[in-house]
């Protein structure tokens, strides 16, 4: 018999585990990793696929917490809500929703699951928020010796700088406690500015607004701005125009225009100027967590860096010139978000205020030599990449970019000092 496939979101990692392991419990979590030590064999544990880098892959044992979701209790003072660990984004935001409570920040996208997006360092927009793992309070997880350990600021808490962003690399998570807030209603809206305006006033736009973001485009002077505020205007129902804007336009549409370049790469610089004129005008009112997802069917390659906000605007400039200069063949947005730096030791953003600039290209177009120069120019500006997306190893560099690089090695290597949980791309990638 041949073993089951599993292959990421995008497409672009596969792989055939031996086994894919479904727990219901956390004694069964406990039991897996105890016969994982007894047979010497691995395990890589899986959230929702949705990383573009190969953190998930194995050919050994993959556990998926698929069937380990849902709330498990509120607090008191209903400031933290404790959900198994499998739990989706989107379900997260319904069941606070339903105690009249809500995320802080998300990023734009909620079908991961709250453990897969908190361990790769998943992050939203908006100067005054962290990024998700930010809002981790408690958790606890399954070590590589198959004991169970309780991580707060009053239980382990030594650990909690590591055990929040961990790339699956201490042990399998089971618990996840967040800190809410009160429901609380977004308007979002979606407009077009010029590239030399945005960036000269960054950081009026920034304290402005909650939320702030701009999509770029190559070879095109038009940006798309998404400014989301506070309000205490009524959500509106998803009507007709949400559906045309959200899944005609900017899914169906825009995938029959990523297929007719993908089939001409040569209209690249005239699609993406096309794509920057018909971007998406428009304003929504709705609940939270309902304003921060988005649709997205349209698949393709992505790799991001974490820069130092002081070197955003350097950065990002180059980056823009290097493209007109090069003319690779893309024609997929560019996206800038921009977050407040935490003291998570594995956080892209750690100790410092920080942007987020995404370079995408359409599944099944060459990317490699596109990644290639843009994250040359990362590097150079003292980048971190974000380890859910597509970065080269570098073990000698992450010592001088995470000032707790050997510290987070230390930890891992108490908590699971049989290697259980590093496979071969983990193994590269601590130098191992
Ligand atoms: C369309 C799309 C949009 C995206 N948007 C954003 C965005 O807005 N902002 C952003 O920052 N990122 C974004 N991402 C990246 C994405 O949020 C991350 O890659 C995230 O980690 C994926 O979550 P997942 O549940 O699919 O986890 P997976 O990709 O399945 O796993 C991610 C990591 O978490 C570990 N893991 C999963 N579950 C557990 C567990 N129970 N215990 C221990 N470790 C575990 C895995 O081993 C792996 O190392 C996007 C990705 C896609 C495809």
């Not at 309070?137 to 070590?143: D, G, I």
């Amino acid at each position: 018999m041949t073993n089951p496939q599993w292959s990421n979101w995008s497409g672009h990692v596969s792989c055939r585990p031996t086994e894919i392991c479904l727990p219901e419990t956390e004694d069964q979590v406990t039991e897996i990793v105890q016969k994982a030590i007894r047979n010497n064999q691995k395990i890589r544990i899986v959230g929702r696929g949705h990383s573009f880098s190969q953190l998930v892959e194995t050919n050994d044992i993959l556990v998926s917490l698929d069937k380990l979701s849902g709330l498990i209790e509120i607090n008191d003072t209903k400031d933290e809500a404790t959900v198994w660990a499998g739990t989706q984004i989107k379900q997260l935001g319904e069941l606070l929703f339903e105690h009249g409570l809500a995320q802080e920040n998300l990023g734009d996208i909620d079908v991961q699951s709250i453990a897969g997006a908190t361990a790769t360092g998943t992050h939203g927009t908006g100067v005054t928020f962290g990024n998700i793992a930010t809002q981790i309070t408690k958790l606890t997880l399954v070590n590589g010796k198959g004991e169970l350990v309780h991580i707060s600021k009053t239980e382990n808490s030594e650990l909690l700088g590591a055990a929040r962003i961990s790339l699956g690399t201490l042990g399998i998570i089971t618990r996840i406690s967040i800190r809410c807030c009160p429901t609380y209603n977004l308007k979002i809206n979606l407009s077009k500015g010029t590239w030399n305006e945005t960036v000269d006033n960054l950081e009026q736009l920034n304290k402005d607004n909650r939320n702030f973001e701009f999509y770029s485009f190559p070879y095109s002077e038009t940006v798309q701005h998404r400014i989301t505020n506070l309000t205490t205007e009524p959500a509106k129902k998803d009507g007709l125009t949400r559906y045309f804007n959200d899944i005609v336009l900017e899914n169906g549409f825009f995938w029959l225009l990523c297929e007719m370049t993908k089939r001409m790469p040569s209209i690249s610089q005239r699609m993406s100027r096309f794509i920057s004129s018909a971007a998406v005008v428009t304003t929504k009112i709705n609940h939270s967590h309902k304003i921060f997802a988005t649709v997205r069917n349209v698949k393709f390659n992505e790799m991001e860096y974490n820069i130092p906000i002081e070197a955003y605007k350097d950065c990002a400039i180059e980056i823009k010139a290097k493209i007109e200069k090069e003319k690779y063949q893309v024609h997929f947005p560019i996206e800038h978000r921009f977050v407040q730096g935490d003291d998570i030791w594995l956080s892209p953003a750690y100790k410092r205020d920080s942007a987020y600039i995404a370079v995408h290209m359409y599944k099944g177009m060459p990317y490699k030599k596109y990644f290639e120069d843009m994250e040359a120019i990362f590097r150079s500006y003292n980048g971190r990449p974000h380890w859910g997306k597509m970065h080269t190893k570098q073990c000698d560099t992450f010592e001088q970019i995470y000032p707790k690089w050997n510290d987070f090695k230390a930890v891992r290597e108490q908590m699971d000092p049989n290697q259980v949980f590093l496979g071969d791309y983990l193994k590269d990638l601590f130098g191992c």
